[in-house]
C-alpha cells in the first residue's frame, strides 16, 4: 500500500463518520445510547432510529460514495480522460428519463427503481454500441457518444419538467439532484459494492498498465481488450447502483481520485481501495449535512457535494 | 538462438503500399538499424514485428512459429516495443512507471525482491536514477525517453524494436543509449532492432542496416557497406555533395 499514513488516516475517518452519521439527527442520541442500540440494547425507540432510520441512510450513502468513486477511477483509466467521471457515459440521463417517465405516470417508488434501472441500462447499451470500434473500445469515440446521448437525454428531461404537472415536479427536481431521503434498505447498493471492489482489485495491477495507454499496454503483455470491457461493465453496474438508488449524485467520481493522486495514491490497487473509503466518507458527510443544516427541510445531496467539492480540489491543486 | 523472420512480408496503408514481399531473419547478437524515409513504413513494420497490427500478405514467425499464435503475455516476454510515441499520462514516480516493465515477467515488487534491484539498474543504466524518486510527469522530454527505455530493460525481451529511441536525448544520453543496446547485442545476445534517422550513429553503432524505400522496396546487408553517401542519396532522395560525412563513400 502506497502512502499508508493516508489510508489508515482515511480507514479512521469513515469509522468516525459512519458512527457520527448514526448519532446526528432530528433525535440526537449519545455514543452510549448508539451503542447500546447497535448490540440490541437500550429503548426500543432508539433501535429502530437507528437500525430503520438511520444505518439504511448512512450505509447506502457510504456505499453509493465507494461506488462513485471506483466508477470514476476506472472510467478516467478507460477512457484515458482526466474529466471522466461516472455519469459521462450518460448513464444518470438515461436513468433520469426512465425515472422520471415513471414518475410522470405516477407510479410507485419500486416502479420509479425500475424505470431508472432500464433508463440506465438502455445508455449502457447504447454507448456501448457507439464505442464499440472493432478490435476494441475506442476512448474517444465512447466519449462523444457519452456526451451525445446526454444532451439527447438531457433535452427529454426538459421537456418530462416543462410538461409536468406541478405537484410532480418538486419529486422530479428532488430524483434529478440526488437523494438518501427514499432508501430504505442499503442491501443491494452493499452486495454490488462488494463485487465491484473485488473485481477492481483483482484488476488493480493491469489497471496500472492500461493507463500507460492500451498499445503499450499490449506490448507489454495485456490483452487490452477484455479487460476494457470489464472495466467499462463494473463502472457501469455502480453508476447504474447509484443512480437507482439516489439518483444522479455529481462530483464525488470526479473529485475523489484526483484528491487521492494529488495526496500522493498512484497505483490502482491503492486507489481503488482508498476511493471507497474517501468517496464513502465523502458522501456520508455531504448526506449528513443535506438533511441537517436546514432541518427539517432536507436538501439534494447532489448540490451539497458540488458545494463541499470545489473548494477542496480547489485547495489540493492550489497546494500540489 | 533467436530468430524473428518474416516471409514475403507486405505492409500497405490504405492507398500506399510500404513494404512489398519483405523475406528478412533477424538473429540473435545482431543489432540492426531501420533506415528510410519519413512515411516509408519503418513504425509499421515495427509494429508487424511486435504483432500490433496485420500483415496484408506474408508471415512474420518467431522461431518457426507465428508471431499472432503467441498469447501475449508469453510474446511481451519475447519482444519488447519502444514505440514511437507513448502517452505521458502517468501520476506516479518514475521508479513505478519502471517497474510496470515486470508486468511481461508476471512478477511483480512484492512477490520478488530482485525486481527491486532488476528496475534499479535498468534505471541506473539508462542513468535515470537520480529521478527515480520524483513524479514521472515533472520529467523533461530526455529524462521520459530514457526511463521508458529503463521500463522496457526491466521488460526484458529477447528482441528490442526501439522506433526511434533517440528522441529527445542529448549527445551523451545518444551514446550511452546506443552503446547499451549495442551490448545488449554484442554481449548478451538479444536482438536489436532501431529506427534511426542518424545515419551516422547506424553506421557506428548497428552491424546491419535495412533500408526501406518509398517504393515499397527495400535492402539489407552489413551496416559498413550499405551505408554509404551513394545509397543515402539515393534513400533520401536528396544529394549529399555539399555535406562532409566521415562515411565511406
Request: charged letters at 15%.
Amino acid at each position: 500500500m502506497q502512502r499508508p499514513a493516508v489510508a489508515v488516516a482515511l480507514i479512521i475517518l469513515t469509522a468516525v463518520s459512519l458512527w457520527f452519521g448514526l448519532s446526528v439527527g432530528s433525535v440526537k442520541l449519545t455514543n452510549s445510547e448508539v451503542w447500546q442500540a447497535l448490540i440490541g440494547q437500550g429503548s426500543e425507540v432508539h433501535r429502530q432510529i437507528v437500525y430503520e432510520l438511520r444505518a439504511p441512510r448512512v450505509f447506502a450513502a457510504f456505499a453509493c460514495g465507494g461506488l462513485l468513486a471506483m466508477a470514476g477511477t476506472l472510467l478516467q483509466v478507460l477512457l484515458r480522460n482526466p474529466l471522466a467521471d461516472p455519469y459521462i457515459l450518460g448513464i444518470s440521463g438515461g436513468a433520469a428519463v426512465g425515472a422520471l417517465g415513471a414518475l410522470s405516470l405516477g407510479l410507485a417508488a419500486l416502479s420509479i427503481n425500475i424505470g431508472a434501472l432500464l433508463g440506465a441500462l438502455l445508455a449502457i447499451l447504447l454507448v456501448f454500441a457507439l464505442g464499440w470500434r472493432g478490435r476494441g473500445i475506442g476512448p474517444e469515440r465512447m466519449l462523444l457518444a457519452g456526451v451525445v446521448l446526454s444532451a439527447g437525454f438531457a433535452a427529454i428531461i426538459s421537456l418530462f419538467l416543462v410538461l409536468a404537472p406541478a405537484a410532480q415536479l418538486h419529486g422530479m427536481l428532488f430524483w434529478l439532484m440526488g437523494d438518501f431521503s427514499r432508501v430504505v434498505s442499503a442491501n443491494a447498493t452493499t452486495i454490488v459494492l462488494a463485487i465491484v471492489t473485488v473485481a477492481s482489485i483483482l484488476l488493480g495491477r493491469s489497471l496500472d498498465v492500461l493507463s500507460l495507454g492500451e498499445t503499450k499496454a499490449t506490448t507489454l503483455g495485456l490483452s487490452a481488450r477484455p479487460l476494457q470491457i470489464a472495466i467499462f461493465f463494473l463502472a457501469a453496474l455502480a453508476a447504474t447502483a447509484v443512480v437507482v438508488t439516489a439518483g444522479p449524485i455529481g462530483f464525488v467520481g470526479l473529485l475523489v481520485p484526483h484528491a487521492l493522486r494529488l495526496l500522493g495514491i498512484t497505483r490502482h490497487r491503492a486507489l481503488i481501495v482508498c476511493s471507497i473509503f474517501a468517496g464513502g466518507t465523502f458522501l456520508v458527510w455531504a448526506d449528513l449535512l443535506a438533511r441537517s443544516i436546514a432541518a427539517p427541510l432536507q436538501l439534494p445531496v447532489g448540490a451539497i457535494t458540488a458545494l463541499l467539492g470545489v473548494p477542496l480540489l480547489l485547495v489540493l491543486l492550489i497546494r500540489r | 538462438m533467436t530468430t524473428l523472420a518474416t516471409e514475403n512480408l507486405t505492409l500497405a496503408h490504405p492507398g500506399k503500399t510500404l513494404l512489398r514481399d519483405l523475406t528478412i531473419a533477424f538473429q540473435s547478437g545482431e543489432c540492426w538499424a531501420v533506415l528510410g524515409a519519413n512515411g516509408s513504413g519503418k513504425t509499421t513494420l515495427l509494429h508487424a514485428l511486435a504483432n500490433l497490427r496485420t500483415a496484408q500478405n506474408g508471415a512474420i514467425k518467431l522461431d518457426e512459429k507465428n508471431v499472432v499464435d503467441y498469447p501475449r503475455r508469453e510474446l511481451a516476454q519475447r519482444i519488447g516495443m519502444l514505440l514511437q510515441e507513448e502517452g505521458n499520462e502517468f501520476h506516479g514516480s518514475v521508479r513505478e512507471y519502471v517497474e510496470l516493465g515486470l508486468f511481461a515477467q508476471g512478477t511483480w515488487l512484492a512477490a520478488n525482491p530482485d525486481a527491486v534491484r532488476t528496475a534499479h539498474a535498468a534505471m541506473s543504466r539508462m542513468q535515470i536514477d537520480s529521478r527515480a524518486d520524483h513524479l514521472w510527469n515533472q520529467l523533461s522530454g530526455g529524462e521520459r525517453q530514457r526511463a521508458r527505455l529503463a521500463q522496457l530493460l526491466v521488460q526484458a525481451p529477447d528482441i528490442y524494436l526501439l522506433d526511434e529511441p533517440l528522441l529527445h536525448l542529448d549527445l551523451r544520453h545518444q551514446l550511452a543509449v546506443l552503446q547499451c543496446f549495442r551490448d545488449l547485442a554484442r554481449v548478451d545476445g538479444k536482438t536489436v532492432i532501431m529506427v534511426l534517422h542518424d545515419s551516422l550513429w547506424a553506421s557506428r553503432f548497428c552491424d546491419r542496416a535495412l533500408m526501406l524505400y518509398d517504393d515499397g522496396n527495400c535492402r539489407f546487408g552489413a551496416a559498413q557497406t550499405l551505408i554509404t553517401k551513394n545509397n543515402l542519396a539515393q534513400l533520401y532522395s536528396c544529394s549529399m555533395d555539399s555535406f562532409e560525412f566521415s562515411l565511406p563513400t
